[in-house]
């Protein structure tokens, strides 16, 4: 996930007037080498050093009177120096120390420079008007030497990009001819630039920005389109001896919500990008924040004044020109979630613990005695009291201990770590101690301590990955208990560890059941196990005649729902313990082209007792008319056909094959046709609905007495 955070401002603009006459406006904002410093170009006259978390300038510097600058001052890594570029070709060479730019290093190039880029461990780069690209030290050696010029007549330089791949600079920049573009790559093992040919829009609009990022010889070049449109092609590093160049293939990568005549885009990360552009229905310009894996909208910010369209990204801080100020708005990204935005996460209301860090760095930066929980500084202040003072184990005595111990100690061995001395790594003792037991009970096939790993998995310290041997254990001892508490306190589980769980839950039999602990409450209202309410095999008779959903090819199936008595409804096909097992699995997070593959290992009985549930939970919300089912669980009506049309999508081809599923597969493709009419019919009345709302506002042109005829079919 990604998110904005708080925003500030670094500093003031000139007004639009001012900025009118010094050309350019704000040019650039670059980093400064030290961490949390920038460099700000402003006004075409002025470089000043920020200190971005004090808000306050550590330097400023100008040209002089009648001079403007042309490239964005950048720091110079090699080196420790700053250098910009003044009136096209006078290149500055400066440290900060220095006060006056007139009196700094000056050398006079005999070509016009369009930008200066700067890499870590790299000597700074300097790109051309014309194409060509040169180190700095080798300009500054010898500054009049011939740049020789590469692109056509009439071709500029519109954007540019340096990028360190293989420990060797790579600089991409894009031309434009006339309506075509051109994008040109750099290495220096190339003997020549290599040139690539854009293709134009099919819907004829512009691109208004560029943004790029490299990544095993490869550039990933993305545009932002006038349309709305984001755009991506792949570039790769390597030589070919056409002339022209050849076409690059471009894809769609998503849309935004309005076209726009300006706009700026940025990467953030490897999976989100932002984009600034003005949003027409408010006339407001909105920063949008993507996740490109999935086509989402992470976050987004509207600025109460215009913006200039511009964008730069430094240690996870934007900066934004806007009105007469330069904000900084902080931002967070997290590794992109497949289950968070592909698949169906879990609710935000269930009572699985919340996410801890491998290591809480809040406890190790200090205070730690703050954050222990209150029944833990009990039982510290309890052992100094009882014993006076005495050190207290640690998770390798402990470790040590398990794997020697007998299973009835196992509960004392396991409480203990709570005392542990390595307070700090409180999750880390967890995950050890875990492990140590599930390696022993590997070893010993007679070990199972079911009591001791259940409070470890309540703790809220664990996950799938910390420990991956731990649902195996449980699945092979068949602990539906232990899994069901993994389901509910891990959310990375993978899909086929899921789809097993489902299948030792779907296939464990009842006597197993009966004797794990499992808490039936939150299901027993919709779940009916007495015989009274079940209904019974034969079919209902009214008045001398048999339902016709039987019979007949009818679509009425939720009128007759409504005829039929409650007591004789369809029995729930699982009994009440396997029905919550079975509610874990359905509210767990999962993917569905993960998740898809793996459920075609049921078995076919397994599959038509799922389906059947899931048919039984469906008509459950169906009669209640709500869109989810009472318990803590809050299993919605959307995970419910979500579930059924994996089910169905795996298993087709079994389930039509499968004589004893045929009634079950009627039954439901009735209520497909129920639904498909109600929502007929809903489109009929949205239709009528909205003629009406349009005749009411054409209405106020009648006279005061009138006489309306409305037609509806």
Not at 197 to 206: E, F, K, Q, V, W
Not at 478 to 501: G, K, N, R, T
Request: aromatic letters at 8%; hydrophobic letters at 35%; proline letters at 5%.
């Amino acid at each position: 996930m990604a998110a904005l955070c708080e925003e500030f401002t670094l500093c003031g603009l000139l007004s639009g007037a001012e900025r009118r006459r010094q050309r350019d406006g704000l040019q650039g904002v670059e980093e400064a080498g030290k961490r949390d410093t920038v460099l700000v170009t402003e006004g075409g006259r002025t470089v000043t050093l920020y200190k971005v978390s004090d808000q306050k300038p550590l330097g400023s510097w100008a040209v002089k009177q009648g001079q403007h600058i042309t490239c964005p001052a950048v720091y110079n890594h090699s080196s420790g120096e700053y250098v910009v570029v003044h009136d096209e070709k006078v290149l500055r060479v400066w440290r900060d120390n220095d006060l006056s730019l007139d009196k700094v290093f000056k050398a006079t190039l005999c070509a016009d420079a369009y930008r200066l880029h700067s890499l870590p461990d790299t000597e700074l780069l300097v790109l051309f008007r014309g194409g060509a690209i040169r180190f700095l030290d080798i300009l500054l050696a010898e500054p009049q030497q011939d740049i020789e010029t590469i692109l056509t007549e009439d071709e500029k330089i519109t954007w540019s990009q340096a990028f360190t791949d293989d420990e060797q600079p790579v600089v991409i920049y894009v031309t434009e001819k006339d309506a075509d573009r051109f994008v040109y790559t750099w290495r220096p093992v190339f003997s020549a630039c290599q040139r690539w040919r854009l293709p134009l829009a099919a819907d004829g609009s512009t691109i208004l920005d560029f943004a790029a990022t490299i990544k095993n010889r490869m550039i990933s070049l993305m545009m932002l389109y006038s349309s709305g449109h984001v755009r991506r092609s792949e570039v790769p590093l390597t030589s070919h001896d056409q002339e022209e160049g050849p076409q690059l293939l471009v894809s769609p990568l998503l849309q935004l919500p309005d076209p726009a005549d300006t706009g700026a885009l940025i990467i953030l990360h490897n999976s989100y990008i932002a984009t600034l552009t003005p949003c027409a229905a408010r006339q407001k310009d909105r920063l949008c924040v993507w996740n490109t894996s999935f086509q989402t909208l992470q976050d987004n910010k509207e600025f109460s004044q215009k913006t200039w369209t511009q964008l730069w990204c430094h240690d996870g801080k934007l900066y934004i020109p806007h009105a007469q100020s330069l904000l900084v708005l902080r931002y967070t990204c997290q590794p992109s979630s497949l289950a968070s935005s592909l698949g169906k996460g879990q609710k935000t209301h269930r009572s699985a613990p919340q996410i801890v860090p491998i290591v809480n760095w809040e406890v190790l930066t200090g205070k730690t005695e703050q954050s222990k929980p209150p029944a833990l500084k009990r039982s510290l202040r309890g052992k100094k009291s009882e014993s006076g003072i005495r050190e207290t184990p640690s998770s390798s005595e402990i470790l040590s201990d398990i794997q020697t111990a007998p299973e009835s100690q196992m509960p004392s061995l396991v409480q203990r770590v709570w005392m542990t001395t390595d307070l700090p790594h409180f999750q880390v003792a967890i995950s050890s101690v875990t492990q140590g037991l599930v390696s022993r009970c590997q070893k010993d096939a007679t070990f199972y301590p079911q009591s001791s790993l259940i409070k470890l998995i309540e703790s809220g310290m664990l996950s799938y990955s910390l420990c991956p041997g731990l649902v195996t254990l449980c699945l092979e001892k068949q602990d539906v208990q232990a899994l069901q508490m993994c389901l509910e306190h891990f959310v990375d589980v993978p899909e086929d560890v899921l789809c097993s769980c489902l299948k030792m839950f779907l296939g464990v039999s009842e006597e197993i059941l009966n004797e794990a602990t499992i808490s039936t409450k939150s299901a027993a209202s919709y779940i009916q196990e007495s015989a009274e309410e079940a209904m019974d095999t034969a079919p209902l008779i009214q008045n001398g005649f048999s339902s016709p959903v039987g019979e007949e090819d009818s679509c009425d199936v939720q009128m007759l729902d409504k005829v039929i008595p409650k007591s004789v409804k369809q029995a729930p096909p699982v009994t009440l313990r396997r029905a919550v097992l079975l509610n874990t699995v359905l509210t767990s997070r999962y993917s569905a082209n993960f998740l898809l593959p793996h459920l075609k290992d049921l078995s076919s009985e397994q599959v038509v007792l799922f389906l059947g549930y899931l048919h039984y939970l469906y008509q459950k919300c169906n009669d209640n008319i709500t869109l989810g089912l009472p318990g803590e669980e809050q299993l919605s009506i959307t995970q419910v056909l979500d579930w059924m049309n994996l089910i169905l999508d795996a298993n087709f081809t079994v389930l039509v094959l499968l004589p004893k599923a045929k009634p079950l597969l009627r039954t439901l493709q009735k209520f497909v046709k129920s639904q498909m009419k109600f929502f007929s019919e809903l489109n009929k009345i949205e239709g009528t609905l909205s003629e009406l709302q349009k005749l009411r506002q054409t209405s106020q042109r009648g006279g005061r007495y009138s006489i309306e005829v409305l037609e509806l079919y």
